[in-house]
């Protein structure tokens, strides 16, 4: 008899679906897509505002369950099995995902104080969700934490162990909606930044997702660019991680100044002018798969900017509450997609991460997924879940009185 199980990412801008084997607590396939429900809003807050009432809840359910139940579909043919064969699913996401998911009308998550309909764990029949599985199949949803902090950063927890630290250390997980989890010895504390989708491509000019033909890394000198692409291909665009390089070199060859500004004077061959401003040249439109010459434009570094101020700026003021200065974190564990390709170097440069030993970064993965999973094979990481969900002290620093004044401060570049 086959007895799979299912561990599900529900990500404001991706869908990760893990196949795994309930005998042997093998993953046996992987799949990813496009949140479907990017359709109707790029960010939390649009998919919020969109599902203003029961209707276009449901309309946003039946649109991830309908993704989910494509990736059910291909996981099975890759494994040769049935989706009768799938006996449990555990999902995590955001609370905004989690709920629409459920079909709950996330409404309060959009009012203050953003209070989750619901935030224990659930259990429930997945048939009724619309989840094409066993029909006597269970679906399980961890405990979600805070209005914008879900069942995600528990997984983060689950899958890094930060909580049995002594020594302070954090989670950054970066996506659309950013969720940082910190220990500061004793106790654990949360955050949740709005750092948009310019990491993933998203909101710049040449931008595309970490796929075929994207631009994954990207070093300047004075005079040259060098860049290495995903695949035996021609660049057709950069993704998040060739960004962040892009900037870093750019800022220790003095062609961008602290303040996101192009120094065209220094290079005047690397730019060209397109008519409102200059564009720093990554590939000429010869080399490029596009046709068209790919660059990086004064818009776009405001883009990263801003998604790196609202991160810091989560960081910065999670720390001040909890007592930690920078120094005496131990580890800072990078994860999400993004999180997985980044150079930590390029990283500290443009002030995305702080200033500490390089050693001390580690790439860790979709720690969301993985935690998922650690749920779908062990109930006693579903009673962990529950226990971090109450340990957890969510922190809204968004209504401190001088969030602003930290926001424009990280602004800058170092």
């Not at 989690?98 to 309909?117: E, N, R, S, Y």
């Not at 969720?179 to 010895?185: H, K, P, S, V």
Request: include cysteine; aromatic fraction near 8%; proline fraction near 4%.
């Amino acid at each position: 008899r086959r007895i799979y199980g299912l561990a599900v990412d529900i990500g404001t801008t991706k869908l990760v679906a893990y196949l795994v084997n309930l005998k042997t607590g093998e993953t046996e396939a992987v799949k990813s897509m496009l949140n479907p429900q990017i359709s109707f809003g790029e960010d939390v807050i649009s998919r919020i505002t969109y599902a203003s009432d029961y209707e276009r809840t449901i309309q946003l359910q039946k649109t991830v369950v309908g993704g989910i139940n494509q990736l059910i579909e291909g996981l099975c043919k890759d494994v040769n099995i049935s989706p009768q064969d799938i006996y449990e699913v555990v999902a995590v996401g955001n609370t905004a995902m989690h709920h629409i998911f459920l079909g709950i009308p996330p409404k309060t998550l959009g009012l203050a104080p953003f209070t989750p309909v619901v935030q224990n764990s659930i259990n429930v029949r997945a048939s009724e969700i619309g989840l094409n599985i066993n029909g006597s199949g269970n679906l399980f949803l961890p405990p979600v934490v805070a209005g914008f902090v879900g069942a995600d950063a528990i997984a983060d927890a689950l899958a890094t162990r930060i909580y049995e630290s002594n020594r302070p250390s954090v989670v950054i997980d970066i996506g659309t909606n950013t969720e940082i989890i910190l220990n500061n010895g004793k106790d654990l504390y949360a955050c949740s930044c709005a750092s948009g989708p310019a990491f993933e491509g998203a909101r710049i000019k040449h931008g595309m997702r970490a796929g075929l033909g994207a631009i994954e890394t990207i070093y300047i000198d004075s005079e040259t660019v060098k860049y290495k692409v995903i695949g035996d291909v021609k660049p057709l665009g950069i993704c998040g991680s060739g960004i962040v390089d892009a900037l870093a070199s750019l800022l220790d060859t003095g062609l961008l100044d602290r303040n996101g500004r192009f120094n065209v004077s220094k290079s005047p061959n690397l730019f060209i002018n397109s008519g409102r401003d200059y564009e720093f040249v990554v590939v000429d439109s010869k080399e490029s798969g596009t046709g068209n010459a790919i660059t990086i434009t004064q818009r776009d570094v405001r883009e990263i900017q801003l998604a790196k101020s609202a991160i810091v700026t989560g960081l910065t003021l999670l720390m001040r509450d909890a007592g930690v200065q920078v120094e005496e974190l131990s580890t800072i564990y990078l994860a999400g997609s993004f999180g997985s390709y980044i150079s930590p170097r390029s990283a500290v440069r443009i002030g995305l991460l702080p200033n500490v030993d390089l050693s001390r970064i580690k790439s860790v993965g979709n720690t969301a997924g993985i935690g998922a999973k650690m749920c779908l094979i062990s109930y006693e990481e579903r009673i962990k879940a529950e226990d971090l969900a109450k340990r957890i002290k969510f922190i809204e620093f968004y209504i401190k009185p001088d969030f602003s004044k930290v926001f424009l401060e990280n602004l800058n570049f170092p």
